[in-house]
């Protein structure tokens, strides 16, 4: 692992998108060891917790829990997910350093998903940022524009749509704005194309590329959106999770793929890629008989691989 | 399918790298039909055998019938692999459009595929050309650089070596010269690079991308080798195939995968991409529980889906 500051910021997906993807429940202390082996990897942003009634997702009942334990990482940004106001009063208690709340580009997957029009979205995101700014100011605030690249309810997504849906959240008061292929759909020409166009309306404010493997197209997607300078990544250790809400959508980028991809790039990711492989091992303990995905972990690293300097 | 012409050469190598691949020889018959169903996918170049010793090779023994029936194929670019030589002989002598012949970058990788040293590999060259000057003046010739990205025997492999070579097989009288990720540890930077440099040293000249994914790049590479120029592509349906004397390297590039990529980014292949997802089923019928890999296949094409016009 180089000394020198990384390049790119890999932000960890899998404790939330993964874990609530999966039918299993995972223990606490599993969720915990999983976290401090991610951690020790150098992954300095995890997204820990979903902030949802219990009833809904039972994986995430211990979210407030799991954010006190990952608070004493020092380094670490932790982040929560939070689908709407109660939630994210429950997440600035636990006292995270970070919230993303997903905004559909399409109007059918947020009713779907969260119940909501677009724009009743964004008002409840400004509600979310008030609240913030009376008890947390410090608290950073993300939305991530999903079915950014296409939708599996209502098809293509216009791409107007999610640059009035950046510059609307913004406008708002989020600090940043993602793009998330949440079902797969996105190609390399739309990645640049869109991120491009998000960077000209919002310029640094633009946030992570979250991307998806479903067509197998998740690392191009990631290249494509470096290319035109995007430099945080969404993804997940194993490529666990995807969204339970879009039918047919599955598969987040490989943390382990994409960390191989970028460091062999010369890239640096801050992220030491046996260590990262070993992060494996307390996942799949805490979820004995799920699948977990990546070319990476199957053929190992490349005869004598040197990582980013 | 548009019906313009195509903007990109997807180059099957399935029906030789991957069938030499498996332990299972797929019956001649089989072969035949799954030729067919990718030809009427719009597949316009196949690498349809290898003209080896049957007792190395038993996959490949009927590679003349399979050559024979693929030149009934209109407009069907039909190539074959051939080791040297007496390969050579045989290839031509059974009619084929186009011979590719490995030289490996790594000198280590060449005594081991083919026992000969790159030096004397590029002498072979020269023969085949003239072999082909006296017999078949209108036969191409591609000199596919294996191991240029990097050697699982020797490791990193010096990238000045490859140049050298691309330039020496040009010299020799070879038609073109591609690159090949044999040991899939290429990386995007690396494949800007050094295609770069290749297309500087022999322009035009410059072959087809043969991608792996053996660490899940492959689609991210083939997208850079795109991004310097290249418009030749080699991919293996579901996956098929790698390489038996390099250990550990596995894993084509997913033909399919490949194709929606190309498509949903609005450049042409000429393939239709419901009857090429079609084309598995003949493979699968010749090769029973042999695994195929691809996850476009495994999604299917996104709602609304519109490919290249």
Redesign the interface.
């Known amino acids: 692992m180089s000394s020198q500051a990384p390049e790119v910021l890999i932000s960890e997906v899998g404790p939330r998108d993964g874990l609530q993807s999966v039918k299993a429940t995972m223990p606490t202390t599993d969720k915990l060891r999983w976290i401090d082996a991610l951690y020790a990897s150098g992954i300095r942003e995890i997204e820990v917790a979903s902030f949802v009634p219990a009833r809904l997702l039972p994986q995430m009942a211990d979210a407030a829990d799991v954010v006190r334990h990952a608070l004493t990482l020092p380094g670490l940004t932790v982040m929560a997910l939070v689908p709407n106001l109660r939630g994210a009063e429950a997440a600035l208690a636990a006292g995270v350093h970070k919230l993303t709340l997903p905004v559909s580009a399409s109007e059918a997957h947020s009713l779907a998903n969260v119940r909501k029009t677009r724009q009743e979205m964004v008002e409840e995101l400004a509600r979310i940022v008030r609240l913030r700014d009376e008890r947390a100011p410090g608290v950073k605030i993300e939305a991530g524009i999903s079915t950014a690249f296409?939708?599996?309810?209502?098809?293509?997504v216009a791409e107007d749509d999610v640059v009035w849906l950046a510059a609307a959240v913004i406008e708002a008061g989020a600090d940043e704005s993602g793009l998330s292929d949440t079902?797969?759909?996105a190609?390399?020409?739309?990645v640049r194309r869109l991120f491009h166009r998000v960077r000209a309306e919002i310029g640094e404010r633009t946030g992570a590329a979250h991307m998806h493997?479903?067509?197998?197209?998740g690392?191009?997607n990631?290249?494509?959106a470096y290319d035109v300078g995007v430099r945080t990544f969404d993804s997940s250790l194993g490529g666990l999770g995807g969204c339970p809400y879009a039918p047919?959508a599955?598969?987040n980028v490989?943390t382990e793929?994409l960390v191989?991809?970028f460091e062999?790039?010369?890239?640096r990711t801050g992220i030491d890629l046996n260590r990262l492989l070993a992060a494996r091992g307390p996942l799949q303990a805490g979820l004995p008989g799920e699948p977990l995905y990546?070319?990476?972990p199957e053929?190992?690293l490349?005869?004598?691989f040197v990582p980013a300097a």
Request: glycine content about 24%; hydrophobic content about 40%; charged content about 5%.
């Open positions: 296409g939708c599996t309810l209502q098809g293509a079902t797969g759909m190609n390399p020409a739309q493997n479903t067509r197998g197209l690392l191009a990631c290249l494509a047919g599955s598969g490989v793929d191989f991809m062999a790039m010369g890239i990546g070319m990476t053929a190992g490349p005869k004598g």
